[in-house]
């Protein structure tokens, strides 16, 4: 099998970059991960992805001080020296220019934990819950240069309870994000997402490759 080579880049503590380290471990997954570059040297992720035997860069935005298409620059360098294929962004805090989403156009993912197109943005969590949704989750979609827009590859769904507050939901999101970023990436590894009219459509897939409903 031709596996997609993958880079992950991160800020925090990089749970979704475990899960997806994780998966990456399975012998008929169709991406390895074979690099981890975060913005900022203290990432918690960075750790985690040393332990795992990932090659790690950091591409400090601090050092660019304003200019980020320098920044930018160091990091597609970065991801050419390790041929990435597929680029994952999984709690990455900087928002990255027009000109660097068009280069990897289709092939930069994000997961934003919110159903998009609801809840753009930070605070998702106290967002949904003051606006007593029923339902939250969390979605991954292909980068545009817009934030938190773009086709939507899979989408997860968890029931908000009347007692929640946003850690309780946050964290019930966040375990639905480490499930549904793996299937996204599958899809888009093995070549099956088009992209049609501003859509993801997704060959050859069941509604259970790009949906997962937690029940209580
Ligand atoms: C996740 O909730 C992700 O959806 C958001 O930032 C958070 C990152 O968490 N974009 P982690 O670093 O993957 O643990």
Not at 112 to 135: E, M, N, Q
Not at 187 to 211: F, K, P, Y
Request: charged share 20%; net charge neutral; aromatic share 4%.
């Amino acid at each position: 099998m031709n596996r997609k080579r993958v880079a992950i880049l991160i800020s925090g503590r990089g749970s979704n970059m475990a899960a997806l380290i994780e998966a990456a471990r399975g012998s008929d997954y169709p991406a390895e991960i074979v690099l981890v570059i975060a913005d900022c040297a203290d990432a918690g992720g960075l750790a985690r992805a040393r332990a795992a035997d990932i090659a790690t860069r950091v591409v400090e935005h601090r050092s660019f001080a304003q200019d980020r298409e320098a920044f930018e620059g160091a990091l597609q360098q970065a991801l050419a020296e390790q041929r990435v294929e597929i680029v994952c962004l999984a709690g990455f805090m900087r928002v990255l220019t027009p000109a660097f989403v068009a280069r990897w156009s289709g092939r930069l993912l994000n997961i934003h934990p919110a159903l998009l197109p609801s809840f753009k943005g930070l605070d998702t969590h106290a967002r949904a819950l003051a606006a007593g949704v029923k339902i939250h989750g969390a979605s991954v979609h292909l980068v545009v240069p817009e934030v938190d827009s773009g086709p939507i590859v899979a989408q997860a769904a968890v029931p908000v309870h009347e007692e929640d507050t946003a850690d309780t939901l946050a964290a019930r999101v966040l375990a639905a994000e480490h499930r549904i970023y793996p299937l996204a990436l599958a899809l888009v590894a093995s070549g099956r997402v088009r992209i049609v009219a501003g859509r993801c459509l997704i060959e050859g897939s069941s509604s259970r490759d790009q949906m997962l409903v937690v029940p209580d």
